[in-house]
């Protein structure tokens, strides 16, 4: 009978690993991808809907080619169990589906309860962390367009590492280029848990100190502790509580939920899923593979779109060949860039190259490879449209 490849997450991880899977099998694997949304929304690009420059249609994208031209099987309905030792997933709907091999790509979990007063101003809708692009992301535009002129709108970050290292920064300068020309009286406040700016720091920086002097104001070493929706105000361990009008707070992060209930997150507290780094199939259950942000980076890998879209291209290549009897031995090669818009067309860029080391089975960042921008650019605002096209493309296309 044919095998079996479920996966679990239909984000950059998850749609890459099954499209490639049918693409390296020439469609010989039957697929079933579980998704419980009906369309794909990008986190990439999502900050310019927050800074008011492109709508969600833009970032919205349908699933219908990996069903239509790859013959994948899309379940729209959530994985609330999986079974490694019967190798099965149950299904929020109650069916169980079984596999041969499983890819598990569902994202972060919020960690809500780390922030005291979070978990319920979240679900009030008061406080809004629009880490997962989609309905939250229009509902924080909404609560910036309601501010009166003269607010402050403060972004808290915990500490590394966290989805997206530059991602808050990003956000703090399109809030800050919304204010800008449209309520100039207004204030941008980044109050980072982290000692300094995690991802391109200086380019940040300099941006913040001439395009939005006196709007965008950072400050490093406070980590939130508690949030108060109703007085509008962020407290810390040690300085004074900041009031805001729009509250941005991002709590810790974790391995996605159905990780951590089939106990594949085995690394770092229980925080991250330790994989092969030459199949990124799972340490702590055989068959299983976790790809993008659930997993154990390693040093200087970030938790990226583009890191997930890769890992994903192995663990398929790994699966094919299990599953056909191949021996492999791979020794994989990631690159990664990371695009953060500073205004509505201006861009800075950081990249890099991590490739497989055999002795140590880890991936280290090759030696002079990759960098960053030397500033924002038009042309760059090109290229990063034209990446997140092209990802778009190889991901869902
Ligand atoms: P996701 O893409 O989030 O996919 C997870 C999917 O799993 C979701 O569709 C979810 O619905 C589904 N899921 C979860 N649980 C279950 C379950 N139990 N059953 C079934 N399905 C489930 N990266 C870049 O490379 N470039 C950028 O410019 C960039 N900008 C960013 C900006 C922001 C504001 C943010 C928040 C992130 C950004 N990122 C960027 C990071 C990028 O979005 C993530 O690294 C990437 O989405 C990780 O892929 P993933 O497959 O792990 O998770």
Not at 86 to 92: F, Q, T
Not at 182 to 209: C, E, M, Q, Y
Not at 370 to 380: A, D, I, N
Request: hydrophobic residues 40%; proline residues 5%.
């Amino acid at each position: 009978s044919r095998a079996k490849v479920v996966v679990i997450g239909g984000g950059y991880g998850g749609a890459t690993a099954a499209k490639y899977v049918r693409l390296l099998s020439d469609h010989k694997i039957d697929v079933v991808l579980i998704e419980p949304n009906e369309a794909f929304v990008s986190c990439p690009i999502s900050n310019l809907v927050v800074g008011g420059s492109r709508q969600i249609a833009e970032i919205t994208s349908p699933y219908t080619e990996l069903t239509r031209r790859h013959g994948i099987v899309r379940v729209r309905d959530s994985a609330t169990a999986i079974d490694t030792t019967a190798r099965s997933v149950k299904l929020a709907g109650g069916a169980t589906i079984a596999y041969d091999k499983l890819v598990v790509s569902p994202g972060v979990e919020l960690q809500f309860g780390s922030i005291e007063g979070l978990q319920a101003a979240h679900a009030s809708g008061q406080i809004l962390q629009a880490w997962k692009a989609g309905p939250e992301t229009v509902a924080l535009r909404r609560q910036l367009e309601a501010m009166p002129d003269g607010g402050v709108y403060a972004i808290t970050i915990p500490e590394a590492p966290y989805r997206c290292p530059p991602g808050p920064y990003e956000r703090a300068s399109q809030v800050a280029w919304y204010f800008k020309h449209f309520k100039p009286r207004s204030k941008v406040l980044i109050l980072d848990a982290n000692p300094d700016v995690t991802s391109k720091g200086p380019l940040f920086k300099k941006v913040w100190a001439e395009q939005y002097k006196g709007i965008v104001e950072y400050r490093g070493q406070h980590k939130t502790v508690a949030v108060d929706a109703k007085a509008g105000l962020v407290k810390f361990e040690v300085h004074e509580d900041v009031k805001a009008q729009v509250i941005n707070a991002l709590p810790s992060m974790r391995a996605g939920a159905i990780a951590v209930q089939a106990g594949l997150n085995n690394m770092a507290n229980n925080r991250w899923c330790g994989v092969n780094y030459q199949s990124f199939e799972s340490t702590a259950a055989r068959d299983v593979f976790v790809v993008g942000d659930s997993i154990q980076i390693a040093p200087a890998m970030p938790k990226s779109g583009h890191m997930a879209n890769s890992h994903a291209k192995v663990a398929a290549a790994a699966i094919v060949a299990q599953l056909a009897g191949w021996e492999l031995n791979p020794a994989p090669m990631l690159n990664n860039t990371c695009y953060s818009f500073v205004d509505d067309r201006n861009v800075v860029h950081v990249a890099s190259v991590h490739a497989y080391d055999a002795a140590e089975k880890t991936f280290k960042t090759v030696a002079g490879s990759g960098g960053v921008s030397t500033g924002p650019t038009e042309l760059e605002g090109v290229y990063a449209m034209n990446w997140a096209q092209n990802i778009w493309a190889d991901t869902l296309g």
